[in-house]
């Protein structure tokens, strides 16, 4: 999806963000702030959000000379995840529908995210159960899964990786193959390969990509065929949804609703966890 | 007080905020928003805040033709918090001080501010009596009062005008002189002299001004005369502190601290409710 005015403001306010973990220069700071000014008074908003994003994420990168500013954030999400998974775990157990519980518990990970307002890890199970879920393409995405050998997980946040970790454990246990794609290269906080091993996730493969959600031209060689190749795609968190949802690829988008681009989008408010089908979606045999 | 990287941002979010508000031009929004970021990126951050946010505003008054885009919405807190005044009298009535009590009633009036991310009217008293309260200076304060038979009361925004008055009543009551004053034109939402008759405020004076907060050059001679000549001066709002708090005037500000900026200059947290005397504060007998 395209670019909306409220990502203007959206993205300087993270470009705030992000520098003030990354220096503790005002000067740095007020050089990155008007430097990104500059750029999104010439903006193209025909591009994807993490598109339009990238270029201000590497000059904090190159001015700060911090090029993982949300490291030790990074690190401290998983950490505190893993004293969660147990709980996860007993949660999906408990369940009748253990698919549909671990599917929940992915979906409660897309609540750690730092390139939105949602920025606090929600650890509060009782009160997640009270969120808004938007579950109605379920019975297809079970559907689906059953008839995949190969399934391809695109993740998203670093800890959030935690929570997808419960649900590819149920899809292995279901003896599907499980892929878990990660950044080549650390971009806000989204999870690298060293993320998703720390979070206890086996078979991780890099997209070639240092930029939010998936762009098809930034991607490796190898990545792509993986992507051409399997069944069905578990894709997490909106960057996931705004640069893959135009594609015609077998995805199912895992994704709590932040903004109001993507709440105008898809339908559903801020706020809410849906299970949404893409639109071009059609199963491959 | 000059700006901050903060501010930035700050002014961009404001800048989205009421452009929603006063067009559902899309396009509109988005040359406001690109004209804004190039503004923003050749900023000069030794302007105050109101100086810095100003010719955006302007920009948003011109691209929409809209030149009082928050009219409705200053309608509405104004008639709102006339339903709040009996209980606010109240509030001031049971208290064994009065003139503390109204001095309260005013810094719960400044809760509103469409210029700042808290723009509800908060009508809850039980929370808002457990709010942080920083009144360390009250005792000067009072005794000022005592001292000055006239009194300027620099209001900020409509619908805190209501709570405004119930303070100036008080200072009516212990027989003072108080002129309330207001901006010449709208800005964001500041009151004018319309929005302080309709909340009940006699005495009403102009600025001559249309820029958030008392920029001095912007003043009307006629204006500059009545700040000189007080000899005391209560002045609402964070606007009001960032142009006000490096002028050699007697002024005590009643403020809600909503910004890092502020909090960092004034050296208590967000969400402090404020009595503070100017640093250059000295009493004219």
Do not use: W
């Amino acid at each position: 999806m395209k670019s909306e005015i409220e990502c203007l403001t959206c993205v300087y306010n993270q470009i705030l963000r992000i520098s003030k973990v990354a220096t503790e220069s005002s000067s740095d700071i007020e050089i990155i702030l008007k430097e990104s000014a500059k750029y999104l008074g010439n903006a193209n908003l025909n591009l994807t959000p993490p598109e339009l994003a990238q270029p201000l994420y590497k000059l904090v990168y190159k001015i700060t000379k911090n090029d993982d500013p949300y490291k030790n954030i990074k690190d401290e999400h998983i950490k505190i995840a893993l004293t969660l998974y147990p709980k996860l775990k007993e949660f999906v157990e408990k369940g009748s529908d253990r698919l549909l519980e671990s599917t929940k518990v992915a979906m409660m990970g897309n609540a750690i995210d730092l390139g939105s307002t949602f920025d606090k890890i929600e650890i509060d199970f009782e009160k997640f159960l009270t969120d808004n879920f938007e579950l109605n393409d379920y019975i297809e995405f079970k559907k689906a899964i059953e008839r995949s050998k190969k399934i391809l997980f695109i993740g998203d946040n670093a800890g959030e990786t935690v929570f997808d970790r419960v649900l590819i454990e149920t899809l292995l246990d279901l003896g599907k193959e499980v892929k878990y794609a990660v950044k080549s290269k650390a971009i806000i906080n989204d999870a690298t390969k060293e993320d998703a091993l720390k979070s206890g996730i086996q078979n991780v493969v890099e997209t070639g990509s240092q930029m939010a959600g998936t762009v098809l031209y930034k991607l490796s060689e190898d990545f792509i065929q993986i992507l051409k190749n399997t069944q069905l795609i578990i894709a997490k968190g909106q960057a996931n949804y705004e640069t893959l949802s135009d594609e015609e690829l077998p995805i199912f988008f895992l994704l709590k609703i932040k903004c109001a681009p993507i709440s105008r989008s898809i339908g559903y408010n801020i706020g809410t966890n849906i299970l949404l089908k893409s639109k071009k979606y059609k199963l491959k045999s």
